[in-house]
C-alpha cells in the first residue's frame, strides 16, 4: 500500500496552444490534481497501486483537485488549509515546442492546519502498512522542521518513507532522520549538499546515502539516473526519448519506483519501470499521465548499467 502525503498541492493545467504570443484559443486542456505528492500518487494508482492521500486544500480550487485526486483512484482525505489552493500553468506552443511553466507559491498552511493534517495522517497509516510518499515542496510558514515532524509521524506508524522535497525542509530532515528512499534531482542534491552543480553525479549519490544511510535515488535529466541501497549502484538511462511534455516526469518516475518497492521487486527493475515511467509521462500532456503499453514498451529499452565500486 501507498499513502501520499500533500502538503502543497496544486491545481495543474496544462495547455498546448499555436504560439505564445497574443489571444490564443488552447487546442487542449488537460486538469489534474497537481503538486508532486498526488502527481506521484496518481502515477502509482495507474500502475495498480491501492493509494491513498491525505491533503491540504482550500477553496473552490481545492474542491476540483480533490475530485480529480479521487477520479484518477486515489483514496483521499481533506485537511482544510483555509486559503485558496494554488494553481500551476503549462503552456506547449506548437509553433516552436517551446514550453512555458507559470508556478504559484505553494498557500501557507496555519500550524492548526498542519498539526490536524498530521493527525489525520497518523490515523490513514494506522491501518495502512508499505509505505507512505512525501513529496513536494513545503510551505515557509511550516518551518524548517515541518518534514521532521511529519517523519516522526510515520516512524511511529511503522511505515517506510519516501521523500522527494528540497530547500530548508529536506536540509532540516536529513539532520534529524534518515528516510528509506530519498529522491531528488541533480540541483536539489547538490543544494542540500552544498556541492557545485557541476559534480559529478557518482560523488553526488554516494554523498547523499552516506548522510541518509539508505536508498538514495538522483535524476539527471536526459543523462539519466543513478541510485544506491550501499550494496548496488545502478544508473539507468532511456536513450533517444525525449517528450515534450516534461512536467511530472520526476513525479511518475517516483511513483512507480514506490509501487515497484512495495510489490518487493528487485532494484533493477525497480528502477527500470521507474525510468520508463518518466519517460512515457513527457511523452503525453498532464503531468503523471502515461499510455501503460508505451510504458511497457519503454522499459524493454531502458539501458541499465551496474556501477557497483
Known sequence: MITAAAVSPSLDVTYVVEQLTGIQRPLEVHRVAGGKALNAARAAAALGSSVAAVAVLGGGAGTTVAD?????????RVVDGGGLTRTCVSVLARSDDGLTEIYEHAAPVLPDAYSAFLDTLGDLLAGRPGWCLVSGSVPASLGADALVRLAAVVARAGVSLAVDSHGPALRGLLEDTSPDLLKVNRTEACEVLDLAVSTPLAAIVDALHVRTGGLVVVTDGIAGVRATDGSRTLHASLPGVVGAFPVGSGDSLLGALVRALDEGLDLSDALRLATAAGAANALVPGAARFDLPTL????????LTDETG
Open 68 to 76: 480529480l485526486a479521487r477520479a484518477d483512484g486515489v483514496d483521499l
Open 296 to 303: 511497457a514498451r519503454l522499459a524493454d529499452g531502458v539501458i
